[in-house]
């Protein structure tokens, strides 16, 4: 099962921490988005593994937009 990570707010991404395949745990950090002059982490709701990055450093989001997909 999939899990979709999205952007709570909308931004710019400023970093991805993570590739694809990558293993993450719960609350790791994954992408900076800055949103108002700060940057925000947003961090794996869950463990899984890296399955597709659908966004790049220094493109704007909006809310709710998928960033990551976790599998």
Not at 18 to 23: A, I, R
Not at 31 to 57: D, F, Q, T, Y
Request: hydrophobic letters at 45%; glycine letters at 6%.
């Amino acid at each position: 099962m999939s899990v979709n990570v999205v952007a709570p707010m909308p931004g710019t991404i400023t970093e991805i921490l993570v590739q694809v395949g990558d293993q993450v745990k719960a609350d790791e950090e994954m992408i900076i988005l800055e949103a108002m002059k700060m940057e925000n982490p947003i961090c794996a709701p869950s463990g899984g593994k890296v399955a597709e990055i659908k966004v790049s450093e220094e493109q704007k989001v909006d809310t709710n937009q998928v960033l990551i997909v976790l599998e």
